[in-house]
């Protein structure tokens, strides 16, 4: 079965850090690109951060230079890193499996990892 | 960045119903690369259309997407119980991807 599961979401301060993995199972992880998508309760969907199957990565504006995604082939997993996490932070973080290499709509999600943000 | 709005943001309508859902973007989309995905309450979403109109693996042949260039229909040709959930459009042909604020579909 194609599976993702997310860990490593919790509470934390403003401007705090946090490390989510996300391990992935029932495919060839290193043949896809792997992606971020977060979600505030009640609102709708952000990417965060994509990589590539060869490590380029990919953010937007609103988490660049704060969000670091990495990935470990070797143990089918993906990571991101998030620094200086402030309140509009706050979201469930899906790891999400891009369905064709370069073409970044997303066939896989895992069930996701809730991050809050708040003193 | 391409922002995407959906239409309208809640339709009632009852099982066995039509549905259609609109996306526009603000600029056009590249290569009708747009995707739909559906999402119930507690759970992530789940693609159901790419590329603007191919169903995805498993989708069921009574939805189907339409559209190019700026403007995109997700419709339901006849609704089942299971159907009804938000739905979103995102495009992926220009950096950052984006998604819609999404369409509630509700019972009537």
């Known amino acids: 079965e194609v599976q993702l599961v997310e860990s490593g979401g919790g509470l934390v301060q403003p401007g705090g850090s946090l490390r989510l993995s996300c391990a992935a199972s029932?495919?060839?992880?290193?043949?896809?690109?792997m992606h971020w998508v977060r979600q505030a309760t009640g609102k709708s969907l952000e990417w965060v951060s994509g990589?590539?199957?060869?490590?380029?990565?990919n953010y937007p504006g609103s988490v660049k230079g704060r969000f670091t995604i990495s990935r470990e082939n070797a143990k089918n997993s993906l990571y991101l890193q998030m620094n200086s996490l402030r309140a509009g932070d706050t979201a469930v973080y899906y790891c999400v499996r891009g369905a064709v290499r370069a073409y970044w709509y997303f066939d896989i999600w895992g069930r996701g990892t809730l991050v809050s943000v708040s003193s | 960045e391409i922002v995407l709005t959906q239409s309208p943001g809640t339709l009632s309508l009852s099982p066995g119903e039509r549905a259609t859902l609109s996306c526009r973007a603000s600029q056009s989309v590249s290569s009708s690369y747009l995707a739909w995905y559906q999402q119930k309450p507690g759970q992530a979403p789940r693609l159901l259309i790419y590329?603007?109109?191919i169903r995805a693996t498993d989708i069921p042949d009574r939805f189907s997407g339409s559209g190019s260039g700026t403007d995109f229909t997700l419709t339901i040709s006849r609704l089942e119980p299971e159907d009804f959930a938000v739905y979103y459009c995102q495009q992926y042909g220009n950096s950052p991807v984006t998604f819609g604020q999404g369409t509630r579909l509700e019972i009537k």
């Open positions: 590329g603007a109109s």
């Open positions: 990589i590539g199957a060869a490590g380029d990565a």
């Open positions: 029932g495919f060839t992880f290193s043949n896809f690109d």
